[in-house]
Nanobody
Framework: QVHLVESGGGSVQAGGSLRLSCAASGYLVWRSCMGWFRQAPGKEREEVATVDSMGRRTYADSVKGRFTISQDYAKNTLYLQMNSLKPEDTAMYYC????????????WGQGTQVTVSS
């Protein structure tokens, strides 16, 4: 059974940084596509970043140059390094396992809240 546990969220001022972690069990993070999504209040969930089994990364335009997705195979953990945070980055962040990066998520974590104040 796939189990994803996010951590690392919190409150930070604009311009600050956070690193989110997603510890996976029952699944190997390098096996297929994994990604980070976020959902702000009153908005639809959106894709933030993905990384496939070849290490190819994609980013939403709104986070390019500020966020970096990475994996630690030894720890079987997915990360999202978030720099230069903006108030509009405030959202619940979720990690997910996708069958392919062009498809939808098959498994979700419970989410971790990120709040950026101005």
């Amino acid at each position: 059974q796939v189990h994803l546990v996010e951590s690392g969220g919190g409150s930070v001022q604009a311009g600050g940084s956070l690193r989110l972690s997603c510890a996976a069990s029952g699944y190997l993070v390098w096996r297929s596509c994994m990604g980070w999504f976020r959902q702000a209040p009153g908005k639809e969930r959106e894709e933030v970043a993905t990384v496939d089994s070849m290490g190819r990364r994609t980013y939403a335009d709104s986070v390019k140059g500020r966020f970096t997705i990475s994996q630690d195979y030894a720890k079987n953990t997915l990360y999202l390094q978030m720099n230069s945070l903006k108030p509009e980055d405030t959202a619940m962040y979720y990690c997910a396992v996708l069958g392919s990066c062009s498809g939808g998520p098959n498994y979700w974590g419970q989410g971790t809240q990120v709040t950026v104040s101005s």
